[in-house]
C-alpha cells in the first residue's frame, strides 16, 4: 500500500505562484500514474494534472493548462505541481493520488491511494 503525503499549501496572491510536492512511501511500479485533484468547499473533487510515473507523460485539465506543471522525481518517490500564475478559483484542498493501472484517468474513482490534502488559498 503505497502511502502519500502532500506539502507545499499556503496563502497567495492572485498572480502568485505555489509548488505542491507529494512524497510517496512503499513501492512505485512503472505502471503507476499520479494525479492531483482539487476540491472546493461545497464542490465535487475535480481532475488537475497526472503523470505516468514511468514515462512522465503528463495530462492537464483544461482549466490549469498552461499555468500548472505536474513532474516527479522516481528518486525520491516524490511528484509536484508546480502553480503559476494562480486564480482566486484556483482555492481549494488539494490531494494526490496514485493509480495502480496503467493509462490516465481523470474520474477519481480510478485512484486508489490519497494523501490528506493540503489547502491552497489565493487572495484577490
Known amino acids: 500500500q503505497v502511502q502519500l503525503v502532500e506539502s507545499g499549501g499556503g496563502l497567495v496572491h492572485a498572480g502568485g505562484s505555489l509548488r505542491l510536492s507529494c512524497a510517496a512511501s512503499?513501492?512505485?511500479?512503472?505502471?503507476?500514474?499520479m494525479g492531483w485533484f482539487r476540491q472546493a468547499p461545497e464542490k465535487e473533487r475535480e481532475f488537475v494534472a497526472a503523470?505516468?510515473?514511468?514515462?512522465?507523460?503528463?495530462y492537464y485539465a483544461d482549466s490549469v493548462k498552461g499555468r500548472f506543471t505536474i513532474s516527479r522525481d522516481n528518486a525520491k518517490n516524490t511528484v509536484y505541481l508546480q502553480m503559476n500564475m494562480l486564480n482566486v478559483e484556483d482555492t481549494a484542498v488539494y490531494y494526490c493520488?496514485?493509480?495502480?493501472?496503467?493509462?490516465?484517468?481523470?474520474?477519481?474513482?480510478?485512484?486508489?491511494?490519497w494523501g490528506q490534502g493540503t489547502q491552497v488559498t489565493v487572495s484577490s
Open positions: 512503499g513501492r512505485m511500479f512503472s505502471n503507476y500514474v
Open positions: 493520488a496514485v493509480r495502480h493501472f496503467p493509462g490516465i484517468v481523470t474520474n477519481p474513482s480510478g485512484f486508489r491511494s
Open positions: 503523470i505516468k510515473w514511468s514515462s512522465g507523460s503528463t
